[in-house]
Nanobody
Framework: VQLQASGGGLVQAGGSLRLSCAASGRIFIFNNYCVGWFRQAPGKEREFVAAISGSGDYTYYADSVTGRFTISRDNDKNTAYLHMNSSKPEDTAVYYC??????????????????WGQGTQVTVSS
């Protein structure tokens, strides 16, 4: 499974961005995979942002983004999204998408995921 994250950029505080995570693979059924978003700011550890079950029925969020970010997916397009609203300067980081087969399980932990995208930079200016 290959993951390609995109959509990052520069946004002013209070603004919005939509990140995309496009998945591909030779033998691959996207709705069998839980997808998570993580972020890593300079000098900090990678942290959990949000996750979504394969069907899209279940979503999970870090406290720091609850009410501002929304995770979604389009299984017909093999793509997951992170909608960032009411952005804050502390949201500045490289954002990574990740996937694991079947249930999300311990979705906040990086070790839970088998596949990772390359990351996309998000910068929120004050």
């Amino acid at each position: 499974v290959q993951l390609q994250a995109s959509g990052g950029g520069l946004v002013q505080a209070g603004g919005s961005l939509r990140l995309s995570c496009a998945a591909s693979g030779r033998i691959f059924i996207f709705n069998n995979y839980c997808v998570g978003w993580f972020r890593q700011a300079p000098g900090k550890e990678r942290e959990f942002v949000a996750a979504i079950s394969g069907s899209g029925d279940y979503t999970y969020y870090a406290d720091s983004v609850t009410g501002r970010f929304t995770i979604s997916r389009d299984n017909d397009k093999n793509t997951a999204y992170l909608h960032m609203n009411s952005s804050k300067p502390e949201d500045t980081a490289v954002y990574y998408c990740a996937a694991r087969r079947y249930v999300c399980g311990t979705y906040t932990q990086t070790g839970t995921y088998n596949y990772w995208g390359q990351g996309t930079q998000v910068t929120v200016s004050s």
